[in-house]
């Protein structure tokens, strides 16, 4: 896939969606958005107007990806059902604070494990982020980690 194009190079979340986190979840925002535009592949199928820019929201219980040129100009809109990935982003929430807690007290070996499990949840969320975007919206799997991870920014609600 990997041609100049196929890429994101700005992001926005829609203000409206996003709760206010702690400092933690606006750091995982932060950082997940970095990552992405540092380096991502994403290519809308049927479209070569790249590189791309992404608005996130969320609407009427559904997932947005609203995708203009990076002049703004409309590519294409992409609604997609929540209800795949309410059961991981719960699971992924309950994970995320359990670390955030034993980051501060546990020994390095449960704090590990925890975090094995973290990822393992967070991929399992990617995937079916992948499976969802098939034949709408091409991209790599660790471009597809960092979108999960603001989809799940998306629905902290604090």
Not at 118 to 144: C, M, P, Q, W, Y
Request: aromatic letters at 8%; a negative charge; hydrophobic letters at 35%.
């Amino acid at each position: 896939m990997s041609c100049e194009r196929d890429r994101i190079v700005s992001v926005t979340l829609d203000e409206g969606s996003i709760g206010r986190g702690n400092r933690d979840i606006e750091h995982e925002r932060a950082v997940a958005i970095y990552d992405l535009l540092e380096e991502n592949e994403f290519r809308v199928l049927g479209e070569d107007r790249g590189p791309y820019a992404l608005d996130l929201s969320i609407q009427d219980k559904r997932l947005v990806f609203d995708v203009r040129t990076e002049g703004g100009e409309p590519v294409v809109t992409h609604m997609l059902s929540l209800t795949p990935f309410r059961r991981i982003v719960r699971d992924y929430f309950l994970i995320c604070e359990s670390y955030f807690q034993m980051i501060k007290t546990a020994s390095p070996s449960r704090i590990e494990a925890v975090d094995m499990g973290r990822r393992g949840v967070h991929n399992d969320g990617s995937r079916i982020l992948e499976e969802r975007l098939a034949g709408k919206i091409e991209v790599d799997f660790d471009t597809a980690r960092r979108l999960f991870t603001l989809i799940c920014v998306l629905h902290w609600k604090g």
